[in-house]
């Protein structure tokens, strides 16, 4: 359980203080995450995005979600929107997930509007180390 609430808490701490990517991602990309004995069940709503526009990439031991929506196109239309809040766009989430995890460890799928991904915990990440002082000579 300490292992996998030390990770649970690196997943939340990259993914709301490690982007600085600036592109929208709290109003969009809602995310659950549920730990399990063996990983972590990932669900993302992804709604109106076709699944060719969502790319799911492994680098540095982090797992980024990537969507792009280019919105409805009206072109050819007379008149000018009122109001306009959907949001034509890149989006991004990215969650530490390790580097002993692999992409052939993980899983998703997409269905529905949501995208499903498992990804497997190890038994052997490394705990969180101890403080270790060093000694300061002169």
Known sequence: LVV???H???IVVSEYFGS?????????MATDIFETKDGYEIEM????FPKESIKAELKGGYLTILASYAG???E?????YIKRERYSGHYKRSFY???KVSEQDIKARFANGVL???VPKFDDQPEVEEKKIISIEG
Not at 20 to 26: N, Y
């Open 4 to 6: 996998g609430l030390y």
């Open 8 to 10: 649970f808490r690196q």
């Open 20 to 28: 600085r990517s600036g592109l929208r991602t709290m109003t969009t």
């Open 45 to 48: 709503d992804l709604p109106g």
């Open 72 to 74: 409805s196109d009206h």
């Open 76 to 80: 050819g239309r007379e008149g000018s």
């Open 97 to 99: 997930v390790g580097n």
């Open 116 to 118: 499903y991904v498992y």
